[in-house]
């Protein structure tokens, strides 16, 4: 595998759909449809997932791809892919909140390995180097030309942590995990974001008591590793593993090293 080549693709292919992303975020109501599973798809979601599935199938046509946006690919059973979700956080995306993302990922034996997270209304873009480090760049963001970056490392947590949870998926479950901590400060943010958070050094700890899919936390849970971060299963605490069947998730913790992990 050429990283290089790989970071630079999936740079660009999440800036050149978060530009398109924003053309209609900023332009009049959209039409919000419900997909086979009653989730929300927009325009948004099709055409960044067009753009970065052709982007991808060109640059490197011997991996499989996943994407959230094309059913056929979710019957796969792979073990090393690419996988894509054009528009993490339809809900935000609708409600016009701007914690929504560009997720893409590529999967090593069960494991992520490199990915990027672009979060165009926040403006801001996160990502795995060639070498697999986690890197914040600094906007403006120009695809064509990678700007300056900064490297982004997790926090030695204190005995006080600093959780984020989701934002549109917070239930009663996720509180009373949460309650088990002591809490120096609790946010809510949407999307793969929170990763992002804990990968940063912005949060502590990410416990997601709740549905998700490989697509959803694949580029995030990348580049929390990226800098030094964990993700494991909820039930046992053993490293969360890609390529499932359905490419469905259990519940899950996002952590820096050093918190000390509540039983379920």
Request: hydrophobic letters at 40%; proline letters at 6%; one cysteine or more.
């Amino acid at each position: 595998m050429d990283f290089d080549r790989l970071a630079q693709v999936m740079r660009q292919l999440a800036i050149e759909a978060g530009e398109k992303i924003m053309e209609i975020y900023d332009g009049p109501d959209f039409e919000v449809r419900a997909k086979g599973d009653d989730s929300p798809v927009t325009a948004a979601d099709e055409a960044a997932d067009a753009l970065i599935s052709e982007g991808l199938r060109a640059a490197f046509p011997d991996l499989p791809l996943v994407t959230e946006e094309q059913a056929d690919s979710h019957a796969q059973s792979v073990s090393t892919f690419l996988i894509v979700d054009p528009l993490d956080g339809t809900k935000e995306f609708v409600q016009r909140r701007g914690d929504f993302t560009v997720n893409i990922a590529l999967v090593e034996d069960g494991r992520p390995t490199r990915g990027v997270v672009y979060a165009p209304a926040k403006q801001r873009l996160f990502y795995t180097d060639a070498a697999g480090v986690s890197v914040e760049e600094q906007g403006p963001f120009d695809a064509a030309t990678p700007g300056a970056t900064v490297p982004i490392r997790v926090a030695a947590p204190e005995a006080a942590l600093r959780v984020v949870a989701s934002k549109s998926h917070r239930d009663a479950a996720t509180d009373a995990y949460i309650g088990k901590y002591q809490i120096a400060d609790l946010k809510s943010a949407g999307s793969s974001l929170k990763f992002c958070l804990v990968a940063t050094g912005e949060a502590d700890l990410y416990p997601r008591i709740g549905r998700t899919m490989e697509w959803d936390t694949a580029a995030g849970h990348a580049v929390l590793s990226g800098a030094g971060g964990h993700v494991v299963r909820f039930d046992d605490h053993t490293p969360l593993g890609y390529g499932k069947p359905g490419f469905e998730n259990p519940f899950f913790i996002a952590h820096a090293p050093g918190v000390d992990l509540a039983k379920p």
